[in-house]
């Protein structure tokens, strides 16, 4: 399953940047942005290996996996992981 390719949505790369945007003028620093953006990438790589490692929804067969505070909701088509929200 390395051939797994992860694709964002847009809204998913909106929702995400702005959390990045809130985190950086909250704190007046990009560093919690870049920790969270690490521990994104981290759990992706996660996902490649084992896509139904997160908990299956009522929503039109997406699944959601937990990131601390936040979630990241996503779908497996073939051989696609495409991010719907975060």
Request: a positive charge.
């Given at each position: 399953?390395?051939?797994?390719r992860?694709?964002?949505?847009?809204?998913?790369?909106?929702?995400?940047?702005?959390?990045?945007?809130?985190?950086?003028?909250?704190?007046?620093?990009?560093?919690?942005?870049?920790?969270?953006?690490?521990?994104?990438?981290?759990?992706?790589?996660?996902?490649?290996?084992?896509?139904?490692?997160?908990?299956?929804t009522?929503?039109?067969?997406?699944?959601?996996?937990?990131?601390?505070?936040y979630?990241?909701?996503?779908?497996?088509?073939?051989?696609?992981?495409?991010?719907?929200?975060?």
């Amino acid at each position: 399953m390395d051939g797994l390719r992860i694709f964002w949505t847009q809204t998913a790369i909106n929702q995400r940047n702005l959390i990045f945007e809130y985190w950086n003028k909250r704190n007046q620093s990009k560093a919690y942005s870049q920790k969270l953006n690490k521990k994104i990438k981290e759990r992706i790589k996660l996902l490649k290996v084992n896509p139904f490692l997160g908990k299956k929804t009522d929503y039109n067969q997406a699944w959601i996996i937990s990131l601390g505070h936040y979630s990241i909701v996503y779908r497996k088509i073939y051989h696609h992981i495409i991010i719907i929200g975060f």
